[in-house]
């Protein structure tokens, strides 16, 4: 397969995975009169995978494993870490054979549909973070800063550096965005205390009316002026939450799953029996068949499904296929590097709304512990 995101190799490789890839390593030789030099060879490893590690900020997947497969320059046996690195090509074969989960998983991987979903520009003076918001996570693409004058006595000089910092945000923003080859501009959220964003807004709008981009102009009518507190990523946290905000993006899947959360919090206010969260509590929920059609949702981390022991992850993926093909239920796989699967990992990373209320489950538990001391 070719890695098109990270992200989504993070989360289809796991423990005793077999990985073939391409890897870098440094090769010592000594020659005759004992002197010795090194030097890097590429090499194609297979490993049997014995853990991953994920960078969320800089998006860098690393790879360890034990060498299975004899080689030149790596003895059988040894360990050897791998950087997969995006747009390469590797080989994975699944210890425990390919689950329902993991194909869906491939299936986005390669769905190009399931890049940014919208870019975001949280901004203060001279300090401004462009962000790439996807199916799975949020990514800080990159910050654009300049150099502000401390004082605005000489309004010519902060107007300068205003204009500056406006260009360099654009033509930054802009081969991020890679608008010829979009079809149709993604929605794009420009936000920040005061003034600034509208600013921001206006300095592209005039650029745009000089007629020198068809692209910049097409991209007008994506663009949404918020506020938020800060350049921080933290506020645009709270931007995304925001109802005028959701108005917008309604259709974007992030968006469907804060409706959920939204929805399940609410219940779970109300107390209307509708809203269950815990492993067992969510289990028993599913058993009665109060997760199925008529508007049934299973919210599920997808780092249940990176448990280290396989009949864990057999018993997650028994119970999604179940929602699914038996009840007829609607299942979110939420990511954890995004606000709403962090909101869901502190209900223990599953939940559910019920299509009909459960009020006695608590009951029912203490029955089942009553008979098993019997």
């Not at 259709?251 to 107390?271: G, H, I, M, P």
Request: aromatic share 6%; glycine share 6%; hydrophobic share 40%.
């Amino acid at each position: 397969m070719l890695i098109r995101s990270q992200w989504h190799a993070f989360n289809l490789i796991r423990d005793n995975d077999l990985l073939r890839a391409p890897a870098i390593r440094r090769v010592v030789q000594e020659s005759a009169n004992g002197s010795t030099s090194s030097s890097r060879v590429h090499v194609t490893l297979l490993l049997k995978v014995t853990s991953t590690d994920f960078d969320v900020q800089s998006s860098q997947l690393h790879v360890s494993g034990r060498v299975v497969e004899e080689n030149k320059y790596v003895p059988l046996g040894g360990f050897h870490t791998i950087d997969l690195e995006l747009n390469r090509q590797f080989t994975l074969s699944k210890a425990d054979g390919w689950d329902s989960v993991a194909i869906e998983m491939l299936k986005e991987a390669v769905d190009t549909s399931s890049r940014a979903e919208l870019w975001a520009v949280v901004m203060q003076e001279g300090l401004a973070n462009i962000c790439s918001i996807t199916t799975h996570q949020t990514v800080l693409v990159q910050r654009v800063a300049t150099t502000m004058p401390k004082k605005r006595a000489q309004s010519s000089d902060y107007d300068k550096s205003i204009a500056k910092f406006h260009q360099t945000l654009l033509d930054t923003l802009l081969r991020h965005l890679d608008l010829a080859n979009q079809p149709e501009p993604k929605p794009l959220l420009l936000a920040s205390p005061g003034f600034l964003a509208q600013n921001f807004y206006n300095y592209i709008k005039t650029v745009a009316d000089t007629g020198t981009s068809k692209q910049l102009t097409a991209l007008l009518p994506a663009i949404t002026v918020t506020h938020s507190s800060n350049a921080h990523l933290s506020s645009l946290a709270e931007v995304l939450k925001s109802p005028a905000i959701m108005t917008k993006l309604r259709n974007t899947r992030f968006a469907r799953e804060t409706q959920l959360l939204d929805q399940f919090y609410e219940s779970l206010r109300k107390d209307d029996g509708k809203a269950w969260y815990g492993p067992k509590e969510v289990e028993k929920c599913i058993e009665k068949g109060a997760v199925g059609r008529g508007g049934g949702v299973l919210l599920i981390s997808n780092d249940l499904f990176r448990a280290k022991d396989v009949k864990e992850r057999r018993k997650w993926v028994a119970l999604v296929d179940k929602v699914k093909e038996e009840e007829g239920g609607e299942v979110r796989v939420l990511s954890s590097a995004h606000e709403s699967g962090k909101r869901l990992e502190a209900l223990g990373g599953i939940a559910a709304i019920l299509t009909f209320p459960i009020l006695e489950l608590d009951e029912d538990e203490h029955e089942d512990e009553a008979m098993d001391g019997d």
